[in-house]
């Protein structure tokens, strides 16, 4: 096995299968530091777990065995060979073209129902986005050009500095453009845009958005949370949540999260004020040891 690997052309650019009957140790142990595009290895959980001990063993690294593409292919229910090979060819395409994978009916273009706007790119928007991109849906954030947060190892606004951030296993990068966005949300990643005014709304059109700045005065909201003219206009916006916010002028918001923020904070869970926000300035406190429901399940 080893001699016939030998003498192919592996680099960069191929595309390795691993499919043999009982020299799957010997093939992965010779190609898992070739440098190549993709490494897939067709076997049994067990056996992958055996596998990926005897290469730690051999002082192989940890990134070039979490690289290896096992158990193989797209995950279809596929059963004869025909549908196996389908399954492994699919996976290779899809890192071939650097594509998303998926339904094409699920592209974020085209369907917006779980695109999330979270405006804010700090510790506390960190956690919230996490949260709704393992729900499943897809988060856009956007912050200011040079933003100060305090953790800085767990805020996705630190890329906006340059390098890609990482919470939880979770990669935000910064985006240009919507194109960009999209490009990225296409990559599984979460794209953190420069955003203060929260312009990019118009064009991404999300169907939630979260203001997540946590200020403790009004900073002054974009011009589609103001106070619409009509119900109907109102119903066109997007589903809108605030959290912490103390002071809000003419907020219109479909749910407001206060987490023990008040001065006399009720133990147990956080409060979700049902309300439209229309006074000068609204505190929101958790007044009592309940949750009122909202009619928009958002996560």
């Given at each position: 096995?080893?001699?016939?690997?030998?003498?192919?052309?592996?680099?960069?650019?191929?595309?390795?299968?691993?499919?043999?009957?009982?020299?799957?140790?010997?093939?992965?142990?010779?190609?898992?530091d070739?440098?190549?595009?993709?490494?897939?290895?067709?076997?049994?959980?067990?056996?992958?777990?055996?596998?990926?001990?005897?290469?730690?063993?051999?002082?192989?690294?940890?990134?070039?065995?979490?690289?290896?593409?096992?158990?193989?292919?797209?995950?279809?229910?596929?059963?004869?060979?025909?549908?196996?090979?389908?399954?492994?060819?699919?996976?290779?395409?899809?890192?071939?073209?650097?594509?998303?994978?998926?339904?094409?009916?699920?592209?974020?273009?085209?369907?917006?129902?779980?695109?999330?706007?979270?405006?804010?790119?700090?510790?506390?928007?960190?956690?919230?986005a996490?949260?709704?991109?393992?729900?499943?849906?897809?988060?856009?954030?956007?912050?200011?050009?040079?933003?100060?947060?305090?953790?800085?190892?767990?805020?996705?606004?630190?890329?906006?500095?340059?390098?890609?951030?990482?919470?939880?296993?979770?990669?935000?990068?910064?985006?240009?453009?919507?194109?960009?966005?999209?490009?990225?949300?296409?990559?599984?990643?979460?794209?953190?845009?420069?955003?203060?005014?929260?312009?990019?709304?118009?064009?991404?059109?999300?169907?939630?958005?979260?203001?997540?700045?946590?200020?403790?005065?009004?900073?002054?909201?974009?011009?589609?949370?103001?106070?619409?003219p009509?119900?109907?206009?109102?119903?066109?916006?997007?589903?809108?949540?605030?959290?912490?916010?103390?002071?809000?002028t003419g907020a219109?918001?479909?749910a407001?999260?206060?987490?023990?923020?008040?001065?006399?904070?009720?133990?147990?869970?956080?409060?979700i004020?049902?309300?439209?926000?229309?006074?000068?300035?609204?505190?929101?406190?958790?007044?009592?040891?309940?949750?009122?429901?909202?009619?928009?399940?958002?996560?």
């Open positions: 096995m080893e001699d016939a690997i030998d003498k192919l052309d592996i680099n960069q650019d191929s595309f390795v299968v691993i499919a043999t009957n009982h020299q799957d140790q010997d093939a992965i142990t010779k190609v898992v070739c440098d190549t595009r993709y490494i897939g290895l067709m076997a049994s959980r067990r056996k992958v777990q055996t596998l990926f001990n005897h290469l730690r063993k051999c002082n192989v690294s940890e990134a070039h065995i979490q690289a290896i593409h096992s158990p193989i292919g797209f995950n279809i229910g596929a059963e004869t060979p025909d549908e196996i090979a389908i399954s492994i060819m699919a996976e290779v395409l899809k890192i071939k073209h650097q594509s998303a994978g998926g339904l094409m009916k699920d592209d974020t273009r085209l369907n917006r129902n779980k695109l999330v706007l979270v405006r804010g790119a700090g510790d506390i928007a960190t956690g919230v996490i949260r709704l991109k393992n729900a499943g849906f897809k988060v856009v954030m956007t912050d200011i050009s040079q933003p100060t947060v305090i953790r800085c190892t767990v805020s996705f606004a630190q890329c906006l500095y340059g390098e890609p951030a990482e919470v939880e296993g979770v990669t935000a990068r910064k985006a240009n453009s919507c194109e960009e966005v999209f490009k990225l949300l296409d990559n599984n990643q979460i794209p953190v845009m420069v955003d203060e005014d929260c312009c990019s709304l118009a064009n991404l059109k999300p169907t939630f958005v979260v203001d997540a700045i946590l200020a403790k005065r009004n900073l002054g909201l974009p011009v589609t949370w103001r106070q619409s009509s119900p109907s206009a109102r119903a066109s916006l997007p589903a809108r949540t605030a959290m912490r916010l103390s002071k809000l219109i918001t479909s407001a999260l206060s987490t023990m923020v008040s001065h006399r904070p009720t133990p147990g869970s956080p409060a004020l049902q309300a439209t926000l229309t006074s000068e300035y609204c505190v929101l406190r958790a007044a009592a040891l309940c949750i009122t429901t909202s009619n928009l399940a958002i996560s």
